[in-house]
């Protein structure tokens, strides 16, 4: 139990990490915004910045977007609002943009600094951790060592600021998640969209979602159709052909009617096969019979590329939730085989709350894209006809990340 805790405590560290970084980003594209807005209202002190106000409106707003997209990423969707109105003046009143301004100064100043602390403190952690190994490499006449508080000259000191560089790895395993969530609660709080706004995009959005839940149905009952018509009943076609054929054989031929009753069991065994298979793609029968965890330790066991199962899913969700979750694993995991020309594949799943989350990661060339025809566009229909959230992370070289989130109730 305590290793677990100490292991899900240096994940949450981690992961708090990887948002700090982001939000480091943004909040220097945010200082950088709030710079050129002092610069522009001074310049319209004097009636020479108003032409300058659209082009950092603009500014605002990519910075704003991007803000979005990162924090959606790692939780609930932020909807972004309309376009930005065609003048100044109704720019000035829309409270989306004032939102949005009131954003960009928080976040490139507050957000900058808690950005600089979350990144200083691993960097301290492994500068002093490992500064034993080096410290004797520093050149006596430029003095004491920058970063530290007094010259080090012997072992004995030097072994002091190892310890003091685990005294920062722990602040930065313990402090860095809480950074995080400082950092971004600016942006969740003033670039989600109004009341009324967010609930008629919502329903947008919904509306979507469901007509994309029906197509995929549509899709689906195809396949089905097309497996029973291409290959099942073609099957029981033969076999109905093959056993007239042994009945007719029985008074001329008996041994060939018996070779043709063999033919006839091979075509049934082929046919009942097909049939297996086309039901367990509407519902896959191990879900029942071992549940999530077990299921996917089954899909590991037959992928071609090093697989890793890690599922802490504590009881049951919905069967048709734990059924698409199977779904978009098998259907990466068939990816990362046939695409990705990866060495090994993490597949990690967890529940919070009333979301199960999904996480497949392979060291592959990167690079996918879901209008290539490999089936992400399909899984992305899936996934959001449960209302849910399908992010796809792949640049050029890799890693390719896959995030996976669906409703599964309380």
């Known amino acids: 139990m305590v290793r677990r805790r100490l292991v899900g405590r240096l994940r949450d560290g981690v992961s708090g990490l990887k948002h700090v970084v982001g939000g480091l980003g943004t909040s220097a594209l945010a200082l950088a915004i709030l710079v050129g807005m002092v610069v522009v209202f001074a310049a319209c002190l004097v009636g020479i910045g108003l032409l300058v106000v659209p082009g950092i409106l603009r500014g605002v707003r990519f910075a704003a977007d991007q803000e979005r997209a990162r924090l959606t990423r790692w939780g609930p969707a932020l909807i972004g609002p309309p376009p930005l109105p065609p003048t100044i003046r109704e720019a000035l009143r829309d409270s989306a943009v004032r939102r949005e301004l009131g954003w960009t100064a928080v976040h490139g100043s507050a957000g900058f600094l808690l950005?600089?602390?979350?990144?200083?403190?691993p960097?301290?952690?492994?500068?002093?951790?490992?500064?034993?190994?080096?410290?004797?490499?520093?050149?006596?006449?430029?003095?004491a060592p920058g970063m530290f508080w007094?010259?080090?000259?012997?072992?004995?000191?030097?072994?002091?600021?190892?310890?003091?560089?685990?005294?920062f790895a722990v602040l930065a395993v313990l402090l860095t998640p809480g950074i995080a969530w400082l950092q971004a609660l600016p942006g969740r709080r003033l670039l989600a969209p109004a009341g009324d706004v967010d609930l008629s995009l919502r329903v947008a959005e919904l509306t979507a979602t469901r007509a994309a839940a029906l197509d995929a149905h549509a899709v689906e009952l195809r396949r089905i159709e097309r497996s029973l018509h291409d290959g099942t009943q073609n099957r029981l076609v033969a076999l109905n052909v093959l056993v007239g054929a042994a009945r007719r054989a029985l008074d001329r031929n008996?041994?060939?009617?018996?070779?043709?009753?063999?033919?006839?069991?091979?075509?049934?065994?082929?046919?009942?096969?097909?049939l297996r298979a086309v039901v367990r793609g509407i519902l896959p029968p191990v879900l029942d019979d071992r549940g999530l965890a077990g299921a996917l330790d089954g899909l590991a066991a037959g992928c071609a590329v090093p697989c890793r199962v890690d599922v802490e899913v504590p009881g049951r969700c919905a069967i048709s939730v734990e059924a698409t979750a199977y779904f978009v694993v098998a259907e990466a995991l068939t990816n990362v085989v046939k695409h990705s020309q990866a060495r090994s594949v993490e597949v990690v799943v967890r529940r919070a709350g009333d979301r199960l989350s999904v996480r497949i990661t392979?060291?592959?060339?990167g690079g996918a894209d879901e209008s290539g025809g490999s089936g992400l566009a399909g899984m992305r229909r899936?996934?959001?006809?449960?209302?849910?959230?399908?992010?796809?992370?792949?640049?050029?070289?890799?890693?390719?990340?896959?995030?996976v989130e669906l409703p599964c109730g309380s």
């Open 382 to 403: 899936r996934v959001e006809a449960y209302d849910g959230r399908f992010v796809l992370t792949s640049p050029p070289g890799g890693p390719t990340t896959m995030d």
């Open 362 to 365: 392979d060291d592959g060339h």
């Open 123 to 143: 960097v301290y952690a492994v500068e002093d951790v490992t500064f034993p190994l080096w410290f004797r490499a520093i050149d006596p006449s430029l003095g």
């Open 115 to 121: 950005g600089l602390l979350g990144i200083s403190l």
């Open 150 to 167: 007094w010259r080090v000259d012997e072992l004995g000191e030097a072994l002091a600021v190892l310890l003091a560089g685990v005294v």
């Open 254 to 274: 008996p041994e060939a009617a018996a070779d043709i009753l063999d033919r006839a069991q091979d075509a049934a065994e082929l046919a009942l096969a097909e």
